[in-house]
């Protein structure tokens, strides 16, 4: 299940505040972006068949446009993977694809390797 993120929440991840460790990936996105609409099915299913522990988000840039500053990422969607419990979060971000997918920007499976290498 992808659920989507506060602006409080996110910024509870990144400072460092959440105590209970956790494997957390969002995906990045805007609602005027194509990629990130049809992205949505892809990382929805990814969420649904992990058998992990891992947390799955959504969050809109719009709500906190700085995080693209933040983070260090240009443009969305953006696939991020997160490990929080510790004082200071390890935090990856996806790197652009070689070969966008002229649907989704990312695919499926690229999105899953980049998951399993970050965890």
Known sequence: MVSRLSKGALQKLLSGKVKQPANVIVKFYS?????????????????????????????????????????????????????VGDSKPRIKVMPEPDKPNKDTWYSAPEIKLFIEAEQ
């Open 31 to 83: 609602n005027n972006c194509k990629y990130c609409h049809e992205l949505k099915k892809d990382f929805e299913q990814i969420a649904a068949n992990d058998e992990s522990e891992r947390l799955f988000f959504a969050f809109n840039i719009g709500d906190y446009p700085s995080i693209q500053d933040i983070l260090n990422f240009r443009g969305v969607p953006t696939i991020c993977a997160m490990k």
